[in-house]
Antibody, heavy 124, light 111 residues
Framework: QITLKESGPTLVKPTQTLTLTCTFS??????????VGWFRQPPGKALEWLAL???????GYSPSLKRRLTITKDTSENQVVLTMTNMDPVDTATYYC????????????????WGQGTLVTVTS | QSALTQPPSASGSPGQSVTISCTGT?????????ISWYQQHPGKAPKLMIY???TRPSGVPDRFSGSKSGNTASLTVSGLQAEDEADYYC???????????FGTGTQVTVL
């Protein structure tokens, strides 16, 4: 059974750096094709994709946030970490991590298991 | 990177059908058959309902179906049930830079 859980601070101050950890089970980031993505959703607003890391270490970032984001993985600890620099109140959102769907020897451009999300509020 | 356009709301009575559109460009929706649809109930994480335009993961009722024509994808929910009342988001893969774009979201109400 695949599960993911986000952890990190619930409150950050403007200009600070946010570090979020996604701890997962039920799959390994050393398996070919596997990936973990990060997403966010401001209160009452739409989902937004932030970043993605693949089993081989390839990474992708939202073009609009690329200069502020870093995604890394710790395969032995089954964790993916997202850092976002220079936080602003507009970054207040629920942050989710999710598993890239794989099955039957194929992987897909979609995400089938999601964490419960963690609300991060940016305020002074 | 602009969000895909969805109608803000849609509604139908129990047993009826509702269709939600998702309009993008040739760089996303029109360029790839990697369209996903997610259902999200209030306070909950998104749930994958459709991927690759029209494929349902196991456990998703066949009342949910997807299609695509040009730069517009669609999700149809047939035989509406009370539990289908939720927000729905489309998403499209958008290229070799490994990025994804989401829709603006549609709130479905079962009357």
């Amino acid at each position: 059974q695949i599960t993911l859980k986000e952890s990190g601070p619930t409150l950050v101050k403007p200009t600070q750096t946010l570090t979020l950890t996604c701890t997962f089970s039920g799959f390994s980031l050393s398996e070919s094709g596997v990936g973990v993505g990060w997403f966010r959703q401001p209160p009452g607003k739409a989902l937004e994709w932030l970043a993605l890391i693949y089993w081989a270490g390839d990474k992708g970032y939202s073009p609009s946030l690329k200069r502020r984001l870093t995604i890394t993985k710790d395969t032995s600890e089954n964790q993916v970490v997202l850092t976002m620099t220079n936080m602003d109140p507009v970054d207040t959102a629920t942050y989710y991590c999710a598993h890239r769907r794989c099955g039957g020897g194929s992987c897909y451009h979609t995400f089938d298991y999601w964490g419960q999300g963690t609300l991060v509020t940016v305020t002074s | 990177q602009s969000a895909l356009t969805q109608p803000p709301s849609a509604s139908g009575s129990p047993g009826q059908s509702v269709t939600i559109s998702c309009t993008g460009t040739s760089s996303d929706v029109g360029g790839y058959n990697y369209i996903s649809w997610y259902q999200q109930h209030p306070g909950k994480a998104p749930k994958l309902m459709i991927y690759e335009v029209s494929t349902r993961p196991s456990g998703v009722p066949d009342r949910f179906s997807g299609s695509k024509s040009g730069n517009t994808a669609s999700l149809t929910v047939s035989g509406l049930q009370a539990e289908d009342e939720a927000d729905y988001y489309c998403s499209s893969y958008a290229g070799s830079n490994n990025y994804y774009v989401f829709g603006t979201g549609t709130q479905v109400t079962v009357l």
